[in-house]
């Protein structure tokens, strides 16, 4: 239709529309990830991207077939279809075992009427031999110079034998098959560079992202990020009768630190409790997360939990730091910390509350001899 009423070739079309189609997974990726991230669902963006990718493709590819399911010309979206493959084993990189794309391929074949067709079953073993390597290259080739080389030789090898394999079934002549293929290899030329664009903004946005909520020196979260947590937190646990904790620390005498052995002494401190606290959560609770909210202060937020079950974590991370010997050069720093800890209280009317109580807790333990932990 676009060749006789607009002048304008179905393969300038073809690629418009796989931009196109590509362009909306992105978009729907994006605002799948958003909506997980401003509700603080603890879902990882690539376990989201697998199943959006698998979803998406399958739908992609089972609803362009339906229009040519049985007829002479239901060839004519193979390239799509390889496309889609290649767009989710190599750049969306979704790890599926042969057993379970087999199925699919199988299902498949039932759905376009070709199951009876030998040409349909070898068809299917290749399909699912390029889905594997396309996998397996993708972990191989930032080893080596040139990778576009290697993805390019491996979309050539298997595109061939899948062509081949459609050539023999539909008994197509030679300049079809070769046009069809030559389109294929433009349009997996196209995929790589236009995803490798979207990939490279992607790092940048994903790095300013890291660098506006992370400390640069202890890589914990930073007082920015902290601020956002606590007040989707607070409201969440008001609003659902939910425990809220906070425990908060700063390093004992931290300025003689500095004055004795150096700041980069200090840093170096700085960077030792914190990927020691950071260990202490991460085996207990990965909701619970570390903030460095000043220079040798540290706060830690404990989503549903109560003073008591708050008191088990708080205790292991203040025996690990309190046992923690900084070497500095020829230098031993040995390290202590002072605590603050605290619950949400119903008469709290804004996180500043918690974070006062906590404070002022703190500054207990600082001002009867540090090294100490005070809970309220």
């Given amino acids: 239709?676009?060749?006789?009423?607009?002048?304008?070739?179905?393969?300038?079309?073809?690629?418009?529309?796989?931009?196109?189609?590509?362009?909306?997974?992105?978009?729907?990726?994006?605002w799948i990830t958003t909506w997980f991230h401003a509700r603080h669902i603890n879902i990882d963006d690539d376990t989201v991207n697998a199943w959006h990718g698998v979803i998406y493709m399958l739908v992609f590819v089972f609803v362009m077939q339906l229009s040519v399911v049985g007829k002479a010309d239901s060839w004519e979206f193979v390239n799509f279809h390889l496309i889609a493959?290649?767009?989710?084993?190599?750049?969306?990189?979704?790890?599926?075992?042969?057993?379970?794309?087999?199925?699919?391929?199988?299902?498949?074949?039932?759905?376009?009427?070709?199951?009876?067709?030998?040409?349909?079953?070898?068809?299917?073993?290749v399909f699912v031999l390029f889905f594997w390597s396309m996998n397996y290259l993708r972990l191989w080739v930032p080893k080596h110079r040139y990778p576009w080389l290697y993805y390019y030789g491996a979309v050539a090898f298997y595109g061939g034998i899948l062509w081949g394999l459609i050539k023999l079934k539909y008994s197509l002549d030679w300049d079809n098959t070769l046009q069809e293929y030559g389109y294929l290899m433009i349009f997996a030329?196209?995929?790589?560079?236009?995803?490798?664009?979207?990939?490279?903004?992607?790092?940048?946005?994903?790095?300013?992202?890291?660098?506006?909520?992370?400390?640069?020196?202890?890589?914990?979260?930073?007082?920015?990020?902290?601020?956002?947590?606590?007040?989707?937190?607070?409201?969440?646990?008001?609003?659902?009768?939910?425990?809220?904790?906070?425990?908060?620390?700063?390093?004992?005498?931290?300025?003689?630190?500095?004055d004795t052995y150096g700041h980069?002494?200090?840093?170096?401190?700085?960077?030792?409790?914190?990927?020691?606290?950071?260990?202490?959560?991460?085996?207990?609770?990965?909701k619970v997360k570390l903030y460095r909210t000043g220079g040798e202060e540290f706060n830690v937020l404990f989503p549903g939990y109560d003073l008591a079950s708050t008191k088990v974590i708080v205790r292991q991370v203040f025996e690990a730091v309190n046992h923690l010997v900084v070497k500095y050069e020829d230098e031993e720093i040995n390290v202590s910390i002072s605590v603050g800890v605290s619950t949400l209280h119903q008469a709290d009317g804004s996180p500043i509350d918690l974070y006062n109580r906590v404070d002022q807790n703190l500054y207990f333990s600082k001002r009867h001899g540090r090294m100490r932990v005070t809970v309220e």
């Fill in 1 to 30: 239709m676009t060749w006789s009423n607009w002048r304008i070739s179905p393969f300038v079309t073809s690629i418009f529309f796989i931009l196109g189609v590509l362009t909306l997974y992105w978009v729907l990726f994006n």
């Fill in 85 to 125: 493959v290649v767009f989710c084993s190599f750049f969306l990189n979704i790890r599926m075992p042969y057993y379970s794309l087999l199925p699919v391929v199988i299902v498949y074949m039932v759905f376009d009427q070709s199951i009876f067709y030998w040409e349909s079953w070898s068809y299917a073993v």
């Fill in 189 to 258: 030329g196209l995929l790589y560079a236009y995803v490798n664009m979207l990939t490279q903004d992607s790092e940048i946005k994903l790095r300013l992202a890291q660098f506006a909520s992370h400390d640069a020196l202890t890589e914990t979260e930073n007082f920015a990020a902290y601020t956002e947590h606590i007040k989707y937190l607070f409201d969440d646990s008001a609003k659902n009768n939910l425990n809220l904790s906070m425990m908060m620390f700063d390093i004992d005498h931290f300025k003689h630190v500095n």
């Fill in 264 to 286: 980069l002494a200090g840093d170096r401190v700085l960077q030792e409790v914190a990927a020691t606290v950071t260990t202490v959560l991460a085996a207990n609770d990965e």
